[in-house]
């Protein structure tokens, strides 16, 4: 069975452009969560999906951020423009429904905004 | 809102010893799960061992077992026979249970990581 799957794995660019990152959940995972470390800090929360649904976007830091989830499948975090501050690992993590299973993880996009 | 503290961001162990890995959270919440997670270097995160708040005995798999102090609010983890590939970051993580009613009930809140080492 695959993973969580993240694209890109790695990503450089310069402040004021946009960058969009992708997460392949689990199939049949409805839950989808991302989730973001800043160098040195906690990993954070940022928003819940329920198949295309927003549970929960109360993480998301400002509305430079947005993110979907078009056909409850995969999910896109767009950051535009990106600002330095925006530097860290995202993750993306996905679970049954039933919200108290294991959130299985993706292994992250490094996004340096230079 | 639910606090996660891991007071230990390094610690190092040789391999066979044991190694226990701290862990304190706040939270007013009565029902609530507790995790570790651990990412290896370059690697993907993933579930070492969770515990359900109302169960009074002590989460264990294989290697891992936890320390679950309710009162205390305390989560430590101990690994037996340490091993090279338990050389990661490890993550305690926080979730409060409650009924699935669209909100924001699942999101899990992490402490900072401990950086495990293990030597030869």
């Known amino acids: 069975e695959a993973g969580v799957t993240q694209f890109p794995s790695h990503s450089v660019i310069e402040k004021g452009q946009t960058v969009t990152l992708r997460c392949d959940p689990i199939?049949?995972?409805?839950?989808l969560y991302w989730y973001r470390r800043v160098m040195g800090k906690e990993i954070k929360f940022l928003l819940h999906?329920?198949?295309?649904?927003?549970?929960?976007e109360s993480g998301m830091p400002n509305n430079r951020f947005l993110a979907e989830r078009t056909g409850g499948t995969y999910s896109t975090l767009k950051v535009q423009p990106a600002e330095l501050e925006d530097s860290g690992v995202y993750f993306c993590?996905?679970?049954?429904?039933?919200?108290?299973?294991?959130?299985?993880f993706g292994p992250g996009t490094r996004l340096l905004v230079l | 809102a639910q606090t996660v503290t891991q007071s230990q961001p390094e610690m190092s162990v040789q391999e066979a010893e044991t190694v226990t890995l701290s862990c304190t959270y706040d939270?007013?919440?009565?029902?609530?799960?507790l995790f570790w997670y651990k990412q290896p270097p370059s690697r993907q995160m993933i579930l070492v061992i969770r515990?359900?708040?109302?169960?009074?005995q002590n989460a264990t798999e294989n290697r891992f077992s936890v320390n679950f102090q309710k009162a205390a609010k305390s989560f430590s983890l101990k690994i037996s026979d340490s091993q090279l590939g338990d050389t990661a970051m490890y993550f305690c993580?926080?979730?409060?249970?409650?009924?699935?009613?669209?909100?924001?009930?699942?999101?899990?809140?992490f402490g900072k990581g401990t950086l495990l080492t293990v030597n030869p």
């Open positions: 939270t007013s919440e009565s029902n609530y799960y």
């Open positions: 999906f329920v198949k295309e649904s927003k549970q929960d």
């Open positions: 515990q359900e708040a109302y169960k009074q």
């Open positions: 199939s049949g995972h409805d839950n």
């Open positions: 993580a926080f979730m409060k249970q409650g009924r699935y009613d669209g909100g924001s009930n699942y999101k899990l809140t």
């Open positions: 993590a996905s679970s049954f429904l039933k919200g108290k299973e294991t959130q299985y």
